[in-house]
Structures are given as C-alpha cells and as structure tokens.
C-alpha cells in the first residue's frame, strides 16, 4: 500500500464526496484519474482491506428500531439457524462468539413493533427460544474510521 493509497482510504472513509461522479472527485484529491482511483478501490477490495463503501444512517432519527441479539443455539443448529435469521429481511449481519450465546446478530425495522414480529418470527423457524433482545438505552458515538 503506497502514500496514494493510505490517503485515497483516508478521504473514503471521512470526506466521500455527495456527488455524481464521487471517484473522480477523490481522485482528483489524491492527483489521480477516475480510472486508477476505481482501479485502486477495486484492488484494495480484492485485498479486503476495503470491506464496503456506504453509508452509516441513524436509524432511531428516522423513525426505526433496532437492536442487537444474542440467541444460545444448540451446536447442531448453528448453520440452519443462521441461514433461518439471514433469510430474515431486518438481520444486518450476525457473528458467531465463543459464549454461551454463541450467535449474535443485529436486526432493523420500521417499528418497534415490527421489530418484536422478526424476532418471534425468529423464534417460531427456528425452536431457539433463548435469544436476548439488548436495543440500546443510550447512544455512543464511535468513530470508526482509522487514519492512515
């Protein structure tokens, strides 16, 4: 990873640019063309030291609800209640955890309500009834980006 490269990742992650043609912008940033800064993500992706490029929203300000799950399955469940909660339209993500809550996963809805029918939803496709619903009571900024 050279110097175009670090700061290239430095602008994505702090300064993407709300425009038609972001990548020349950022280009242009890092004295390159469009064509090698879309060149250069794609490597950088390739590598997976680019995960994703989008955008962060805070769903509680527009009105959803979310929370982060952790459910106890039995190890011989594992995989089909992992393809049972990704099939699930509001699952984000999940990971597995050496814990006795050994799946964990994060969920969004329009509502509060909507949320509460995923997570019985959940529950009825799978027969794991023990899952913990933790939304947040109170929001921590953390910035996650890394400066290079």
């Known amino acids: 990873m050279d110097a175009i490269d670090k700061k290239l990742l430095n602008l994505l992650q702090k300064e993407f640019p709300l425009e038609e043609q972001p990548f020349l912008v950022v280009g242009a940033r890092c004295g390159i063309s469009e064509e090698e800064t879309l060149a250069r993500v794609q490597k950088l992706k390739?590598?997976?030291?680019?995960?994703r490029i989008g955008a962060v929203f805070d769903g509680k300000k527009l009105g959803r609800?979310?929370?982060l799950c952790a459910a106890r399955v039995p190890e011989d469940q594992i995989?089909?209640?992992?393809?049972?909660?990704?099939?699930e339209k509001g699952v984000t993500h999940n990971y597995r955890r050496g814990h006795e809550y050994n799946v964990w996963f994060t969920a969004t809805a329009e509502s509060a309500e909507e949320l509460e029918a995923l997570l019985s939803d959940v529950k009825k496709k799978t027969g794991v009834t023990d899952i913990l619903d933790m939304r947040a009571v109170r929001t921590f900024k953390i910035d996650a980006s890394f400066d290079l």
Do not use: K, P
């Open 79 to 87: 995989r089909s209640f992992v393809r049972i909660v990704n099939a």
């Open 46 to 51: 390739d590598r997976g030291i680019i995960r």
């Open 65 to 67: 609800a979310s929370t």
